[in-house]
Every structure is written in structure tokens, then in C-alpha cells.
């Protein structure tokens, strides 16, 4: 099994294409081949045409995924017929509204330094206990070949600090670089940084930004944020939304003083953002930080709001965060995904680094290797009848 089905075009309308999966249409948006005809393979992520592929070669793929596409399927009906109890009312709202299509997203994580200081975060910059590091461009571009080329990714999430090392320049170049060698659906994920900076990136040909908002509550976003207001943040996100990124964005659940009415917050502010991707996740204690010694919010915390979001807004897609899945290694992920979720990100950090980039310690997925861990990925989605065919636009 792959991670990412080809689709045929079946018509195009100026940039908007239509792709057939099997017996479904989905529409894409293709910005990066203008030469683009009715007939040909691709594969879409995010609802973006990202990469062409032969029609032997698609033929073979899709031959392969013939049967199991059918079956996935009657796994994710049956799972979610008579539905009882709220995770199960969001499962099958996620199965009526969006069948069994989930994304799987590549993670590569590639500089734990960062400016800022949240109180929560493990690599914030007063952590003087932390070893740091930075891939260079050359090595942040391998990465990325190795994790599209050889282990197929489809989409890439680039993920630091805000380490301003990292000029526009340098961004830029992993970017053009990146999208020249190995085509592939890319979202940034480097926190505040000027829109200027976003807006060549975009050019460049990232498509997908990543900045979640924290908390819908300024008070609390002050308080854990020093320096930074909510208002800022909000201003980042929407002026992302207006350069034309796919929005990934959502906030983190057990900060202290965090109500439950602030939770119904976050889940309506998100919302209102109109992200592409909804992404909450459980915050969990950093021993080197002043907020060692929150408690961890219980998994029911979390698929709780999971299922909410989804009954609230049944076309959402809402991700399973790796914190998630640190929660109970064993069962979290299955859990969120049972529980109204649909994405999935595997982290591609370079083994030697990965253990550094600590937001929070002993993050799922660490004692895996790169293999392994899709493998496990892959079992999951046949376990619970998914399938990882584009969402559409
Ligand atoms: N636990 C869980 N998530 C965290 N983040 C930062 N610190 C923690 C923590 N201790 C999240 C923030 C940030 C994202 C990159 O990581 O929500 O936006
Ligand atoms: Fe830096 Fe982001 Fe961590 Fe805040 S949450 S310290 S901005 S990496």
C-alpha cells in the first residue's frame, strides 16, 4: 500500500481541474503545469495538482489499490454504522461528509533554535539544557528528496523555531530548490515571520503555512506567549489565508486557566479562520520549562474535542497530532482517527536530530525508524478502512 492514490484528469477548467479516483471526482487546483492535458495521471495533495506521473506507471499503482480501495471502504462503513455515543456520532459524520479519504503528510523538522520563550515549549529559547541544531539548505533539500523520491511523500511540512537564521534568502532557496528536484505539496511551518517573507515563499511555490493560534483567549495567549499578542497572530494568519496558503492552523489544549467555554472558543475561532486543516493537540509538560508541572490533559480530553469539531464542522479536516499519539502510544492515533480525524503527519527528521527537536519529551513515534514508522502508519489505515485519496479543494 502508498500513501497517495493517482487520479486521471478528466477535465480541466483554466486552473481548476477535475481528477477521477476509481468511481470519484475530486477537483484540484494546478498551478504548477500549465501544460497540463485531459488523460494524464497525477497525484494531488491538499487539493493541489503536485506531481504528474506516466500512465504505465499509474496503471501499475492503481491495479494494485483496485481491490483494496473497495475494501478500505466497506471497513470505514461498517465501523461507522449505528453509531453510538459522540465519538462514534463524529466518526460516521466524518465518513457521510468525507468518506474514508484521509492525508498523510511527511514532517521534517529541521532547527530547534527559536526566539521566543513560550512558557510551554521544550525548545524555547531560555532552555539553556538543550543541544541545538540546523540543517543547512543542501542537507533540509536531501531530506525532502529522500522523504518524496524514495519514500513517496506527497506533502512535506517544514517545520523550526523561529530561528532567524533562516534568512529570506535561505528560505527561499530550500523552497525553489525543493519544488525544482522533487515537487511535492509544501507547507512552512516557521512561526512568525514577516509577510513579505511568506509572500516569496508562496512564489516560490510553498502552498501550505502551519501556525496555530495557541488560545482563543488574549489573556492567557499573553500570559504564555511573552511578547506576543493574540491580535498579532491572528493578523499572520489571516494575511496567509490572503497571499493564498492552505491554513493549518488550531491551538493547544490544558494550558492553565484555559476554561471550558475557552475550548468552545478555540473550536469556533478556528473555524472562523477557515483553515484547510484543523490542528489541536494536548499540551504536555516540558520538565525544562516553567510549565513542568501542568497535568497532562487525559486522551478523552482530547478525542473529546476532536469529536466536537467534527460534529460542529463535518468538512473540516482535522489532524491527529503527534502529542496525540504520545498520550497512548498504542491506541491514540487510532482513537483520534475513530473519533472524527483525518490526517496524519510522520515525522521524516533525520534520525540524529529528532530527539532534539523537543517541543515536549518522548514524543511518539522517536523509537521508530523511518520505515517502521510507515509501515505502522499504513497498518493503521487498513485496519480502520481509510484511504489516502486527495480531499479535494
Ligand atoms: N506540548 C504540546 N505541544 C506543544 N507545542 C509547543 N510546546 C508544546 C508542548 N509542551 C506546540 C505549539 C506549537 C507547536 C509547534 O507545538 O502549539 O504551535
Ligand atoms: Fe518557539 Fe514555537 Fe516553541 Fe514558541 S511554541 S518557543 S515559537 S518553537
Known amino acids: 500500500m502508498c500513501y497517495a492514490i493517482p487520479g486521471k484528469v478528466v477535465a480541466i477548467d483554466d486552473k481548476v481541474v477535475t481528477v477521477e479516483y476509481f468511481d470519484e471526482k475530486k477537483k484540484a487546483r494546478n498551478d504548477f503545469y500549465a501544460d497540463l492535458a485531459v488523460g494524464e495521471y497525477i497525484y494531488a495533495q491538499g487539493g493541489f495538482v503536485v506531481q504528474r506521473i506516466a500512465e504505465e506507471e499509474a496503471a501499475n499503482i492503481l491495479k494494485t489499490w483496485q481491490e483494496l480501495f473497495t475494501k478500505l471502504k466497506e471497513v470505514d462503513l461498517r465501523l461507522t454504522r449505528e453509531p453510538k455515543g459522540l465519538y462514534q456520532v463524529a466518526n460516521a459524520t466524518r465518513q457521510r461528509s468525507l468518506g474514508n479519504s484521509c492525508c498523510i503528510h511527511g514532517i521534517i523538522e529541521f532547527s530547534n533554535y527559536c526566539r521566543s520563550n513560550c512558557l510551554y515549549c521544550g525548545i524555547r529559547k531560555d532552555n539553556v539544557n538543550l543541544k541545538r541544531y540546523r540543517m543547512d539548505v543542501d542537507e533540509i533539500v536531501e531530506a525532502c528528496e529522500y522523504a518524496v523520491k524514495e519514500l513517496k511523500f506527497k506533502a512535506l511540512v517544514l517545520q523550526s523555531g523561529e530561528d532567524l537564521w533562516y534568512s529570506q534568502e535561505k528560505l527561499v532557496d530550500i523552497v525553489e530548490k525543493v519544488m525544482r528536484k522533487c515537487p511535492v505539496l509544501l507547507i512552512v511551518s516557521i512561526g512568525e515571520r514577516d509577510s513579505e517573507l511568506y509572500k516569496k515563499l508562496y512564489a516560490s511555490g510553498a502552498r501550505g503555512a502551519l501556525v496555530r493560534f495557541e488560545t482563543?483567549?488574549?489573556?492567557?495567549?499573553?500570559?504564555?506567549?511573552?511578547?506576543?499578542?493574540?491580535?498579532?497572530?491572528?493578523t499572520l494568519i489571516k494575511e496567509l489565508r490572503e497571499i493564498g496558503y492552505l491554513v493549518f492552523t488550531g491551538f493547544l489544549l490544558g494550558l492553565p486557566g484555559q476554561s471550558e467555554k475557552d475550548i468552545l472558543k478555540d473550536i469556533e475561532l478556528t473555524q472562523s479562520l477557515k483553515p484547510e486543516m484543523f490542528t489541536f493537540g494536548p499540551l504536555i509538560p516540558h520538565p525544562d520549562t516553567p510549565l513542568k508541572d501542568v497535568p497532562v490533559p487525559p486522551l478523552e480530553a482530547v478525542l473529546n474535542t476532536i469529536a466536537r469539531a467534527r460534529i460542529l464542522h463535518p468538512d473540516s479536516r482535522i489532524l491527529v497530532t503527534t502529542a496525540l499519539e504520545t498520550l497512548d502510544k498504542e491506541e491514540g492515533a487510532q482513537r483520534g482517527f475513530l473519533s472524527g480525524a483525518n490526517s496524519l503527519m510522520v515525522n521524516l527528521t533525520p534520525k540524529k536530530y529528532q530527539s532534539l527537536y523537543q517541543i515536549y519529551p518522548e514524543r511518539a513515534g522517536t523509537e521508530l525508524d523511518t520505515k517502521q514508522k510507515i509501515e505502522k502508519v499504513l497498518q493503521l489505515l487498513t485496519t480502520i478502512g481509510r484511504a489516502p485519496t486527495d480531499l479535494g479543494m
Do not use: A, V
Open 216 to 234: 482563543s483567549n488574549p489573556k492567557l495567549y499573553q500570559k504564555y506567549r511573552p511578547g506576543h499578542t493574540l491580535d498579532e497572530r491572528l
